[in-house]
């Protein structure tokens, strides 16, 4: 028999590249071919004038980390003073300090990898809202999961809470546990950051399912360091929350240190105050053999450079002062886009602040390919196409609406 043929059936069809990279392909080649082009595809910061936008602080910390301990492996759960420093990063004027167990993961996608296969069983569907980062879906097929979501914006526009209950009781039902996963502030791809209320209401609805069946509340911040200054935090939630439901936090670097090839991030599990040492072994075990698993152990010289930026005050002042140039940057785009879109009509969810930002239509497909006639790439999703404002200069964003908006009939 020919060994052309062994893949086992899963995997012999599996999709090719992922749209967004086939897009911002597309892009790249028309701009290349002396094209002026618009390219909104892709989900990183670039600055005003098409360069990556990157800290420098984060390289003089890099800099300075010794080589031969860099070239080391790393604990398999990762280096403590990353930890330290990550948890200090998430819980810093909050009670829930004492209260993590972090594992070091691949970015953001590898802490929520690590999430599900702790926290669903084989079978088991992941709940997340119907506008979402598709590797979601990647990481819980692959995973020997499900996945499963909730109308993410009633007729209102607001975040659709109702949906939301109506789909985990679902599961519960189903599958006897819950595992939500919220990115939030920031959504990719709608842009969307809740706010207190419903924070509030989310807390009110996972502390009464919490009665019924195990639930585990995943946040995924892997956008929080560009929220607007007045973005409710989800701090208070996770105190009211933790002891009764199982609060995870991905953190990652790839966009708060535009560290995104350095694959640094965290997953942090957060128990109760009262929790035993046996509890917390538990859980530290249960991560770091998952990161035994799989990855093994993370990228040494990622952690430490992080580490030392979080550590160090006169690299953590750099590092907050640049940061901030960087939103401010992109706030840029994001007043410019408000106000172009609501002069243009465009309909799109409440969006203040983050990389992205969707606007609603029926014909995803034919907007994105109208507009590509026109020069400006953008991604179709389910019910709306994404723009990342984090790849468009201020400047471009009255063409950028322009365009779409005249692209939304054909
Ligand atoms: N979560 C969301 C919603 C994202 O958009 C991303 C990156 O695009 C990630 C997580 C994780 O990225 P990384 O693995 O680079 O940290």
Same mark, same amino acid.
């Given at each position: ?55 420098p602080s984060v390289y003089d910390a890099m800099r300075s980390i010794d080589g031969r301990r860099a070239a080391g492996y790393a604990p398999i759960r990762g280096q403590a003073e990353f930890l330290d420093a990550v948890v200090r ?34 079978g088991n569907a992941l709940l997340t809202s119907s506008f979402y980062w598709e590797p979601y879906g990647i990481l819980a097929e692959h995973s020997g999961r499900r996945f499963a979501t909730f109308r993410n914006f009633d007729e ?71 929220? %607007?200054?007045?973005? +409710?935090?989800?701090?208070? !939630?996770?105190?009211? @929350?933790?002891? =009764? /439901? &199982? ?69 953590? %002042?750099?590092?907050? +002062?640049?940061?901030?140039? !960087?939103?401010?940057? @992109?706030?840029? =785009? /994001? &007043? ?42 953008f991604v179709p999703l389910d019910g709306a196409v994404r723009l990342a404002l984090c790849a468009t200069p201020a400047v471009t964003i009255p063409r950028l609406v322009e365009t779409l908006a005249s692209s939304l009939e054909g």
């Amino acid at each position: 028999t020919s060994s052309d043929h062994t893949l086992v059936p899963a995997s012999s069809d599996r999709p090719g590249d992922d749209p967004i990279f086939r897009l911002n392909a597309m892009a790249q080649a028309r701009a290349a071919a002396g094209e002026d082009v618009l390219n909104a595809t892709l989900g990183a910061l670039f600055t005003d004038d098409g360069q990556l936008a990157v800290m420098p602080s984060v390289y003089d910390a890099m800099r300075s980390i010794d080589g031969r301990r860099a070239a080391g492996y790393a604990p398999i759960r990762g280096q403590a003073e990353f930890l330290d420093a990550v948890v200090r990063d998430l819980t810093e004027g909050t009670t829930l300090a004492g209260q993590a167990i972090a594992v070091a993961t691949p970015g953001g996608t590898g802490a929520v990898y690590n999430a599900i296969v702790n926290f669903l069983e084989p079978g088991n569907a992941l709940l997340t809202s119907s506008f979402y980062w598709e590797p979601y879906g990647i990481l819980a097929e692959h995973s020997g999961r499900r996945f499963a979501t909730f109308r993410n914006f009633d007729e209102s526009g607001a975040f659709d809470v109702a949906a939301l209950e109506v789909e985990a009781r679902r599961l519960i039902a189903r599958q006897g546990r819950l595992l939500l996963v919220l990115n939030t502030p920031c959504h990719n791809p709608t842009g969307y950051s809740l706010d207190a209320g419903e924070l509030e209401r989310i807390g009110d609805l996972l502390l009464e399912l919490s009665g019924e069946a195990p639930v585990t509340l995943l946040l995924d911040l892997a956008y929080e360091k560009f929220a %607007a200054p007045h973005t +409710a935090s989800w701090q208070p !939630l996770a105190e009211r @929350l933790v002891g =009764r /439901v &199982q609060v995870l936090a991905a953190w990652t670097a790839s966009k708060a240190f535009t560290q995104y090839g350095s694959r640094i991030g965290a997953l942090a599990a957060f128990h109760s105050a009262d929790a035993t040492p046996e509890t917390r072994e538990h859980l530290a075990n249960a991560l770091g053999y998952t990161c035994r698993g799989t990855w093994s152990n993370c990228n040494n010289l990622g952690m430490l450079t992080v580490a030392k930026v979080l550590n160090d005050p006169e690299l953590r %002042a750099r590092s907050i +002062a640049e940061r901030g140039e !960087l939103v401010a940057l @992109l706030d840029d =785009r /994001v &007043q410019a886009f408000n106000r172009e879109a609501a002069a243009a009509g465009l309909a799109y969810p409440r969006y203040e602040g983050g990389f992205f930002v969707s606007v609603f239509t029926d014909d995803p497909d034919g907007t994105v390919a109208r507009a590509q006639d026109k020069g400006v790439f953008f991604v179709p999703l389910d019910g709306a196409v994404r723009l990342a404002l984090c790849a468009t200069p201020a400047v471009t964003i009255p063409r950028l609406v322009e365009t779409l908006a005249s692209s939304l009939e054909g």
